[in-house]
């Protein structure tokens, strides 16, 4: 199965709101509201920022959030932060607890 | 606070074995699934393997059913991951991370561990 399609990158300024999507298909992200978003910084672990499509866990800041409409999910940051300059995937369940990621998005804060 | 701990990474041959762990602490490890997520170098996150809490259930990406094995020794806090017949496409950093209950999001991971590097070349 085919990992989930992520813009390879997107770019903003600070303060400035940016989107990235995740397109997958009916079997995954069109099927289930289980799709979560992870940040990455370069040589750390994921971090955990949306699960089930647009549910924040404690400690997330509010400035994150998602959404899905079909079989793309998106992730919005609002007023961009040089911290958030990191890579971000997206991962969804398909079957039988199988899981997908997206390829993953550099984000660059400009 | 919920730490994972991964080890028993390394160099290893094509067709080759390796053992991987995972300690964990801060939770009780066997109330919880746990997951195995590799990353290739500079490439993205790739579901591996998953374990439910008792150990019963087992789940498998396709590349590596029938060549990894998922265990976990609640008794010890442990999650294990063997692996035999290595190729030279396994190569990459596992992460050991938990999955949260399901009233908090079963299907995604909330904690990471640090990774393991394994490294499969003759």
């Known amino acids: 199965q085919s990992a989930l399609t992520q813009p390879a990158s997107v770019s903003g300024s600070p303060g400035q709101s940016i989107t990235i999507s995740c397109t997958g298909t009916s079997s995954d992200v069109g099927a289930y509201n289980h799709v979560s978003w992870y940040q990455q910084h370069p040589g750390n672990a994921p971090k955990r920022m949306i699960y089930?499509?647009?549910n924040r866990p404690s400690g997330v800041s509010s400035r994150f959030s998602g959404s899905k409409s079909g079989n793309t999910a998106s992730l919005t940051i609002s007023g961009l932060q040089a911290e958030d300059e990191a890579d971000y995937y997206c991962?969804?369940?398909?079957?039988?607890?199988?899981?997908?990621f997206g390829g993953g998005t550099k984000l660059t804060v400009l | 606070e919920v730490q994972l701990s991964e080890s028993g990474g390394g160099l290893v041959q094509p067709g080759g074995s390796l053992r991987l762990s995972c300690a964990a602490s801060?939770?009780?490890?066997?109330?919880?699934?746990m997951s195995w997520v590799r990353q290739a170098p500079g490439k993205g996150l790739e579901w591996v393997s998953t374990i439910k809490d008792s150990g019963v259930n087992t789940y498998y990406t396709e590349s590596v059913k029938g060549r990894f094995t998922v265990s976990r020794d609640n008794s010890k806090n442990t999650l294990y991951l063997q692996m035999d017949s290595l190729r030279a496409e396994d190569t990459a950093v596992y992460f050991c991370a938990r999955r949260p209950p399901y009233t908090s999001g079963w299907y995604s991971f909330d904690y990471w561990g640090q990774g393991a590097l394994v490294t499969v070349s003759s």
């Open positions: 991962c969804s369940y398909t079957r039988i607890d199988t899981l997908i």
């Open positions: 089930d499509v647009s």
């Open positions: 801060g939770f009780t490890f066997s109330s919880y699934g």
